[in-house]
């Protein structure tokens, strides 16, 4: 056998395919270990919700409850006694590499339970909740189109020749 066909086919996986794995490997888990145990093609959102709710455990992220003095406030002066949770852009990444990784272990994607409505729903809930609680927005920003960069740059050199 070509010694370059092996290299190439046993190079590494990508960090995005890693962590894919790894992700898909603790759903597994989390499934054989929940009672009674839970095989692949028998989950669905609602599973997935409450995998999304145990990880909270080991979050790092401190997320202030409504009656928490630093409720909104992004940098409090001290700590409090508000938890620590999942914040809302790990949980999105993970759901969407769960997504793929149901995908290409054979799962209908017409089906996919990480694509479903109550699993978006459930993120949009924690997105809007989580900055509230720490003052932080999570607005998503517009691109301008193309054409109008370009004229905002000629625009702007036309400005920077003028006396």
């Known amino acids: 056998m070509?010694?370059?066909?092996?290299?190439?086919?046993?190079?590494s996986p990508s960090r995005y395919?890693?962590?894919?794995?790894?992700?898909?490997?603790?759903?597994?888990?989390?499934?054989r270990n929940s009672k009674?145990?839970?095989?692949f093609p028998s989950f669905n959102p609602t599973h997935v919700l409450e995998?999304?709710?145990?990880?909270d455990q080991f979050g790092k992220t401190k997320i202030h409850i409504q009656t928490c003095p630093y409720f909104g406030i992004p940098n409090?002066?001290?700590a409090?006694?508000?938890?620590?949770?999942?914040?809302?852009?790990?949980?999105d990444a993970l759901v969407g590499r769960l997504r793929a990784a149901y995908d290409e272990h054979g799962g209908n994607p017409e089906i996919n339970p990480f694509g479903?409505?109550?699993v978006r729903r459930f993120l949009r809930e924690v997105r809007d909740?989580?900055?509230?609680?720490?003052?932080?927005?999570?607005?998503k920003k517009r691109k301008r189109p193309k054409n109008q960069q370009q004229q905002q740059q000629e625009q702007e050199q036309e400005d920077q020749q003028e006396p």
């Open 2 to 11: 070509d010694s370059t066909n092996t290299s190439s086919s046993s190079s």
């Open 17 to 31: 395919e890693s962590q894919k794995r790894r992700d898909w490997d603790t759903f597994g888990q989390y499934l």
């Open 36 to 39: 009674p145990p839970l095989s």
């Open 51 to 55: 995998f999304l709710h145990y990880l």
């Open 76 to 78: 409090p002066p001290t």
């Open 80 to 91: 409090c006694p508000c938890p620590f949770r999942q914040a809302w852009g790990s949980l």
């Open 116 to 118: 479903a409505p109550e």
């Open 129 to 139: 909740f989580q900055s509230r609680s720490r003052g932080i927005s999570y607005e």
